[in-house]
């Protein structure tokens, strides 16, 4: 998908194709059509392109070092794309942009210490510290999925270790939780029929409705969300932790559930003082950030 957006960071044009294949040439094609589309219409030249991206990422050259969700190594996406368009382009990871963007223009807006995780599939996300996005060393800063939460009794991450975070309390997770927990729902209608169906939205559906089954499988996967949002706490302290993706559409439902369990489980600083809430820019905010990104110069203000 390619966005146009202004520098009050409004969305004014987009155009977006399927991706079927993954390999870096079909990828970087449908990057040229849409950026092509909205920089046709246009009515203002472009100033510079900005692009998330999974994976880890050199920011100085935009070349993708790995890539794990699309099986990249050293892509150099930033060359390509600034050899076809004669424009800058910033190339950054698509967690980091959309912690950027939500910062920026969402619910991390008069905040310095700021948290964005997106519950998708996996968790992605990022931090920012003191007003600046965390970076790292190598650009990896922000893996908050890959911390583990259940080393000995949890369910395998697709990174190899046992009990990530993200392999715990990611809309994937919330699925595993309920297929954990069938065998003792002989009649739940979660998983009659088709279980390779099974959505989060349906499981949280459910647990709103009081389905035994339904309700079960939502208080593990929150007390597993919890454990890691106070780890989360003690790392890095934040005023807000926003929540992104499918399964944040739960909403108030969710916010509940979390709040006194989050409170319970933080030690070391004064509970209660990290307000959570619902990210506000929604799928936007990846498109945004990268937006923001190039405005700038790079994900931070330095150019990083």
């Given amino acids: 998908?390619?966005?146009?957006?202004?520098?009050?960071?409004?969305?004014?044009?987009?155009?977006?194709?399927?991706?079927?294949?993954?390999?870096?040439?079909?990828?970087?094609?449908?990057?040229?059509?849409a950026v092509g589309d909205v920089q046709g219409r246009a009515k203002e030249p472009i100033a510079a392109i900005g692009l998330g991206s999974p994976g880890n990422i050199d920011a100085a050259t935009g070349?993708?070092?790995y890539s794990?969700?699309?099986?990249?190594?050293?892509?150099?996406?930033g060359a390509r794309l600034r050899e076809r368009f004669e424009l800058p382009v910033f190339i950054g990871n698509d967690a980091r942009c959309a912690t950027l963007g939500e910062y920026t223009y969402g619910t991390g807006q008069g905040t310095t210490d700021f948290v964005l995780l997106t519950l998708g599939t996996g968790i992605g996300g990022g931090i920012v510290a003191g007003g600046t996005l965390l970076l790292g060393l190598q650009?990896?800063?922000?893996?908050?999925?890959?911390?583990?939460?259940?080393?000995?009794?949890?369910?395998?991450?697709?990174?190899?270790?046992?009990?990530?975070?993200e392999a715990q309390a990611s809309g994937t997770g919330l699925i595993r939780h309920a297929l954990s927990i069938a065998h003792s729902f002989p009649r739940s209608t979660l998983v009659s029929g088709k279980?390779?169906?099974?959505?989060?939205?349906?499981?949280?559906r459910a647990a709103e409705a009081l389905d035994p089954h339904g309700l079960a499988a939502w208080n593990r996967y929150v007390d597993d969300l919890s454990r890691g949002l106070a780890n989360v706490i003690a790392f890095v302290n934040p005023q807000l932790i926003a929540l992104g993706g499918g399964v944040a559409s739960a909403g108030q439902f969710?916010?509940?559930a979390l709040r006194p369990r989050v409170d319970e489980l933080t030690t070391m600083v004064p509970r209660g003082q990290t307000r959570l809430a619902i990210a506000a820019l929604g799928n936007d905010a990846g498109a945004i950030g990268a937006a923001t990104m190039a405005r700038r110069g790079g994900l931070t203000a330095s150019g990083g």
């Fill in 63 to 65: 070349t993708v070092r």
């Fill in 1 to 33: 998908m390619a966005t146009l957006v202004g520098d009050d960071g409004v969305i004014s044009d987009r155009s977006e194709y399927d991706l079927t294949e993954h390999d870096p040439d079909t990828v970087i094609k449908s990057i040229v059509r």
């Fill in 195 to 204: 279980p390779e169906k099974l959505g989060s939205k349906s499981i949280r």
């Fill in 254 to 256: 969710m916010l509940e």
């Fill in 139 to 165: 650009g990896g800063a922000g893996e908050i999925g890959h911390h583990q939460i259940r080393a000995t009794d949890g369910f395998i991450c697709n990174c190899g270790k046992t009990g990530c975070f």
């Fill in 68 to 77: 794990p969700n699309f099986g990249w190594h050293d892509v150099p996406l």
